[in-house]
């Protein structure tokens, strides 16, 4: 689980997202804004900023996917 803070994503906290997901590729992201205008608005720029894929969101909590480049964990079904 990876926790934004008050201050919300920046370049580090984006940095670390594209770590745990190329090594997890589904995680769940806490945020600390009690403003749900805050929180669509920080998702947004997470999903944007690493190239992952909003999997759903539970109030604070957003659970987000991403395939790994290196080492896929999760095999999807073909559609």
């Known amino acids: 689980m990876i926790l934004v803070g008050a201050k919300g994503p920046g370049e580090p906290l984006l940095a670390e997202l594209d770590l745990a997901l190329e090594r997890h590729e589904l995680l769940k992201v806490k945020f600390a804004a009690d403003d749900r205008e805050t929180r669509d608005a920080w ?6 900023g690493s190239g992952a894929a909003l999997v759903g969101r539970i109030g604070n909590i957003a659970i987000v996917y991403r395939r790994s480049k290196d080492k896929p964990l999760i095999i999807l079904p073909k559609a």
């Open 43 to 48: 998702i947004d720029t997470l999903v944007a």
